[in-house]
């Protein structure tokens, strides 16, 4: 079973940045969808992003133009830089992986990955 931990959370002012991190253990990391979903307090988990293992990147409506995944299979890590970040961004933020190897179109329903990380908060203010 693959470990996820992810890393980068914190508080920030709205308009501020961050760069949240996901380490994934074993070997097989590059042939894997890797994606980063949300939940804020009250409501259900949402999707925000994944890049497939061709490095093609997803976004949420909500956070296109603003937020940016990335991956470095050399270092089994994905990455999700947040600019412009607003308060409506507070959440707890998973990292998770993709249960089917290589599967390259969505939709990216979160039901379908299935290792998670234990999540990050990320906290914006007004």
């Known amino acids: 079973q693959v470990q996820l931990v992810e890393s980068g959370g914190g508080l920030v002012q709205a308009g501020g940045s961050l760069r949240l991190s996901c380490a994934a253990s074993g070997r097989t990391f590059s042939s894997y969808t890797m994606g980063w979903f949300r939940q804020a307090p009250g409501k259900e988990r949402e999707f925000v992003a994944v890049i497939n293992w061709s490095f093609s990147p997803y976004y949420a409506d909500s956070v296109k133009g603003r937020f940016t995944i990335s991956r470095d299979n050399a270092k089994n890590t994905v990455y999700l830089q947040m600019n412009s970040l607003k308060p409506e961004d507070t959440a707890v933020y998973y990292c998770?992986?993709?249960?089917?190897?290589?599967?390259?179109?969505?939709?990216?329903?979160?039901?379908?990955?299935?290792?998670w990380g234990q999540g990050t908060q990320v906290t914006v203010s007004s």
């Open positions: 998770a992986r993709d249960s089917v190897v290589k599967r390259s179109w969505g939709p990216w329903r979160d039901t379908d990955f299935g290792s």
